[in-house]
């Protein structure tokens, strides 16, 4: 009998199994991911869901913690989990809507910079001190 949360990978057998090394180093990236998005939630009084100036609130150029390497460390933090969330599943299938879900999250932290740079002040100061946007040494 097919268990009712059993996924199209395994019903089909479209996937191989991962073995339990990688599921122990995909579980240990996931946990790493959050750690970084909720260290960047903590470190930025003005993180938001929602790429805005909030004049209201003084925003101002956050550089501490994480912000000290990357630019956007809590969308790195989500691209980590996002990418290896298909290994602990077992389901190479999941790695299309990931890989969707990356060029969003590419898209929209460029996008994202770019107002920053145009309207915070401090920021492209800040850029031009911290190169490197998602991944250091890349982008």
Do not use: C
């Amino acid at each position: 009998m097919l268990n009712p949360g059993t996924g199209l990978d395994e019903l089909l057998g479209w996937s191989p199994a991962f073995s339990l090394p990688v599921k122990i180093l995909a579980m240990a990236l996931i946990v790493g991911g959050y750690a970084l998005s909720s260290y960047a939630l903590i470190e930025n009084r003005f993180f938001s869901g929602m790429a805005r100036l909030q004049t209201d609130r003084g925003q101002q150029v956050v550089s501490s913690g994480p912000y000290r390497w990357i630019r956007h460390p809590g969308y790195a933090g989500a691209l980590l989990v996002y990418l290896v969330t298909p290994l602990f599943l077992d389901s190479a299938l999941a790695f299309l809507p990931t890989l969707l879900t990356v060029g969003l999250y590419v898209t929209r932290t460029g996008l994202e910079d770019g107002f920053l740079q145009e309207e915070l002040e401090g920021y492209r100061a800040y850029a031009q001190w911290v190169r490197y946007r998602l991944l250091p040494g890349v982008w």
